[in-house]
T-cell receptor, first 107, second 113 residues
Framework: AQRVTQPEKLLSVFKGAPVELKCNYSYSGSPELFWYVQYSRQRLQLLLRHISRESIKGFTADLNKGETSFHLKKPFAQEEDSAMYYCALKGYQKVTFGTGTKLQVIP | NAGVTQTPKFRVLKTGQSMTLLCAQDMNHEYMYWYRQDPGMGLRLIHYSVGEGTTAKGEVPDGYNVSRLKKQNFLLGLESAAPSQTSVYFC????????????FGQGTRLTVV
């Protein structure tokens, strides 16, 4: 079975503060992990994937196999980062999503 | 390039009515998925397909049926709608193979009264 856990439903931070959105996973095979973002009134879109080890819009995420985590981080939050963030695990044929974290950046 | 298109965008059904949601993708993707999005529950997989003519159950398949007669289309049917099926439905597609991203439709907001 594959499972993704996002413990925070809502995360409120002030503009300029650091952000960390938590994601833990459970999967017996080699995991493929992603972060998707859904801005207000828009469709879900890929933010980043662990294999690329890239920084998108200032966000980074590191896969920690020992802790089975894939936390999303950004050093300085911007108002335009306010959105719903989903962690996702692609296993055998299926993509499983977490329950999502709503990030609210306060001006 | 339209990507993933869902039809309709909004629908109100009465309990017991049936309907079909259509998902179409023009990216020649092998995999297609149907999810429902509910507050506090994230995206839950209803059914998925790994190729034309194939379908498989996801986490919450009860009350839904699907068909993938053509590679580009994935239909989600509600045989007898119930208020518990009030939700936002998302279709997604992806290439087969590792580390490929899923592309999403714009969603269908369904209300069952």
């Amino acid at each position: 079975a594959q499972r993704v856990t996002q413990p925070e439903k809502l995360l409120s931070v002030f503009k300029g503060a650091p952000v960390e959105l938590k994601c833990n996973y459970s999967y017996s095979g080699s995991p493929e992990l992603f972060w998707y973002v859904q801005y207000s009134r828009q469709r879900l879109q890929l933010l980043l994937r662990h294999i690329s080890r890239e920084s998108i819009k200032g966000f980074t995420a590191d896969l920690n196999k020992g802790e089975t985590s894939f936390h999303l981080k950004k050093p300085f939050a911007q108002e335009e980062d306010s959105a719903m963030y989903y962690c996702a695990l692609k296993g055998y044929q299926k993509v499983t999503f977490g329950t999502g974290t709503k990030l609210q950046v306060i001006p | 390039n339209a990507g993933v298109t869902q039809t309709p965008k909004f629908r109100v059904l009465k309990t017991g009515q049936s309907m079909t949601l259509l998902c179409a993708q023009d990216m020649n993707h092998e995999y297609m998925y149907w999810y429902r999005q509910d507050p506090g529950m994230g995206l839950r997989l209803i059914h998925y397909s790994v190729g034309e003519g194939t379908t498989a159950k996801g986490e919450v398949p009860d009350g839904y049926n699907v068909s993938r007669l053509k590679k580009q289309n994935f239909l989600l049917g509600l045989e007898s709608a119930a208020p518990s099926q009030t939700s936002v439905y998302f279709c997604a597609s992806s290439l087969a193979g590792p580390n490929t991203e899923a592309f999403f439709g714009q969603g269908t907001r369904l209300t069952v009264v």
